[in-house]
């Protein structure tokens, strides 16, 4: 048995002043607690963030919405104002995991999920995101739901979220604290690319606290936005590939804005903005999104048993386009239907 510290923070300061010596905040636990009975994180305490007061879901004075970091998945997907004016965040939380575990998976426990690559959660098998310069077992390895982008000799594997592809597409803003005091993070700063430290999973610092994440106004996608994921079956399943798009279109048909972001390919949510200006002054047609995923796929590269999510990815952009110029659908009645 692994000894092991708790501690019930009453609020930020005091979690912060134990975020120290191989600690880890807690809230929701869906991804840790599971890392922690396979042995592969180990940390020396848990300190409890629930009773912090970061659960909340409210408006921006300058427009846009705040996303408290201890909110639950599902409250967020189902909130009102998130349903309203970020549908896409909606659609892509609920592609993501099962009703309980959204009922109890934070926000910002979704941002700082691990990896599922396999060999990853196999402790007894070489992984530099494990054990820094132990090897990577992918590389030559099976490689079927590993990147196609980003990649480096020493880590291909994907990040898993659903929700974070959303929020890159959206170009979120991660609120963080330390003791050294409160800082911003955009979003496409967030997460890191493996490059020779795969360990390094994000850009927070160690011991900073997320605290909330902030969704810029939106509400010119609204009306077209869609969220597809590609999947070995229906449900409870991560992505092969994932695409999170958005469209402002004018009423002549041509795109006066547009926002697309990868998941399933990459160390993190894949977004190239230099992608998503060859749809601007377009016409939303086919022959353009194909243009633009071409440009959002470039370097992408194969390891063998995931050389076909290259051409996946491909037309997944297409479609998922196509579907956000038909008009952004409500999926949450669905999706309660499915869980009662």
């Known amino acids: 048995m692994n000894p092991i510290a708790y501690f019930r923070a009453a609020d930020a300061a005091e979690a912060l002043a134990h975020a120290s010596g191989g600690a880890r905040f807690i809230a929701g636990g869906t991804n840790l607690l599971d890392l922690m009975k396979e042995f592969v994180m180990r940390p020396a305490a848990l300190i409890d963030i629930n009773n912090l007061s970061l659960a909340e879901i409210a408006p921006l004075a300058g427009g846009g919405l705040r996303l408290g970091a201890t909110a639950r998945n599902a409250d967020t997907a189902y909130h009102p104002l998130v349903r309203e004016s970020y549908p896409l965040l909606t659609a892509a939380i609920l592609a993501g995991a099962s009703p309980q575990i959204r009922n109890m998976a934070s926000n910002g426990g979704n941002l700082l999920q691990r990896t599922r690559c396999h060999y990853f959660y196999d402790i007894g098998t070489p992984c530099n995101k494990r054990l820094p310069g132990s090897g990577c077992s992918a590389v030559g390895g099976l490689t079927r739901q590993h990147a196609i ?35 911003q993070i955009a979003f496409a700063d967030f997460h ?21 994440i902030e969704l810029p106004p939106a509400s010119q996608f609204a009306a077209h936005s869609a969220y597809l994921k590609i999947r ?64 959002l796929l470039v370097g992408a590269q194969g390891q063998g048993e995931n050389n076909f999510k290259i051409p996946l990815a491909r037309r997944a952009v297409v479609r998922a386009l196509e579907q956000a110029v038909a008009g952004t659908h409500d999926n949450t009645r669905s999706e309660r239907d499915r869980a009662d």
């Open 149 to 183: 982008l980003g990649g480096s000799p020493q880590c291909i594997a994907t990040h898993p979220s659903d929700m974070c592809v959303a929020l890159a597409a959206l170009g979120a803003i991660v609120h963080a604290r330390s003791a050294a005091g409160e800082r």
């Open 232 to 295: 070995d079956r229906a449900s409870y399943a991560f992505a092969l590939v994932s695409v999170a798009a958005m469209l402002d279109i004018g009423d002549d048909g041509v795109v006066r804005e547009a926002r697309l972001a990868l998941g399933g390919v990459a160390h993190k949510p894949w977004r190239l903005p230099a992608a998503e200006a060859l749809l601007v002054g377009h016409p939303a047609d086919a022959a353009h999104f194909a243009a633009a995923a071409d440009a």
């Open 192 to 212: 890191r690319l493996p490059d020779d430290r795969p360990e390094q999973d994000t850009t927070l610092a160690s011991g900073e606290l997320i605290t909330h």
